[in-house]
Nanobody, 123 residues
Framework: QVQLVESGGDLVQPGGSLRLSCAAS????????IGWFRQASGKEREGVSC???????YYADSVKGRFTISRDNAKNTVYLQMNSLKPEDTAVYYC?????????????????WGQGTQVTVSS
């Protein structure tokens, strides 16, 4: 059974940094893509970044240059390094997975989801 567990969310001041982790288990193949999504209170869930099994990365314009996605296949873990955080980054962050070759920022291509971790950026 596929499981995704996010961790690393916290309260941080504007301009600060956080690293989120997504630990994956239960896959029958190492070839899967991971996406990060976020959902602020009262808003729709939006794609933030994704990474393919081959290591190709993609970012939403709102986070490009500030966030970096990476994966450690030996640890079955994907990370989202978030720098220069802004109050508008405040949201619950979710990781999601699918077994396709490519990845995108649309929520409907992903089959498995974690429980989410809260990121709050406030002074």
């Amino acid at each position: 059974q596929v499981q995704l567990v996010e961790s690393g969310g916290d309260l941080v001041q504007p301009g600060g940094s956080l690293r989120l982790s997504c630990a994956a288990s239960g896959f029958t193949t190492d070839h899967y893509a991971i996406g990060w999504f976020r959902q602020a209170s009262g808003k729709e869930r939006e794609g933030v970044s994704c990474i393919t099994s081959a290591g190709s990365t993609y970012y939403a314009d709102s986070v490009k240059g500030r966030f970096t996605i990476s994966r450690d296949n030996a640890k079955n873990t994907v990370y989202l390094q978030m720098n220069s955080l802004k109050p508008e980054d405040t949201a619950v962050y979710y990781c999601a997975a699918h077994s396709g070759r490519y990845c995108g920022l649309g929520r409907y291509e992903y089959d498995y989801w974690g429980q989410g971790t809260q990121v709050t950026v406030s002074s």
